[in-house]
């Protein structure tokens, strides 16, 4: 039973990447899902999330570039970046939890449900 992120890759800036986080050995639509980053020498970020219910959540600096959604059928969530920037270059991670607030505010990663390993997204010409 895991989470898994997945789609990371070496983008030139101004592309796009899409990352799936996908529930393996367990059901993820009854989960609040959110994506989180860590660049080198910087602390965990968090980015964007989903309610089982479909709400949405975005921080600021990020709504416009990034779209959060989810597909139940496939058990997978996806963050869709475009306008790819330098700065987005990390490690990015997803994290699953039955309780929206834990996800939308932040928690340690041993709070979560399910954390899952996380996918290299670098943007460089």
């Known amino acids: 039973v895991q989470l898994q992120a997945s789609g990371g890759g070496l983008v030139q800036p101004g592309g796009s990447l899409k990352l799936s986080c996908t529930g393996r050995?367990?059901?993820?639509?009854?989960?609040?899902v959110g994506w989180f980053r860590q660049a080198p020498g910087k602390e965990r970020e968090g980015l964007s999330s989903?309610?089982?219910?479909?709400?949405?959540y975005y921080v600021d600096s990020l709504r416009g570039r990034f779209t959060v959604s989810r597909d139940n059928a496939k058990n997978t969530v996806f963050l869709q970046m475009n306008g790819l920037k330098p700065e987005d270059t990390a490690v990015y991670h997803c994290a699953a939890d039955r309780e929206i607030d834990k996800i939308r505010l932040g928690a340690r990663i041993h709070e979560y449900d399910y954390y899952g390993q996380g996918t290299q997204v670098t943007v460089s010409s």
């Open positions: 989903i309610g089982s219910d479909g709400k949405t």
């Open positions: 050995g367990f059901s993820l639509d009854t989960y609040a």
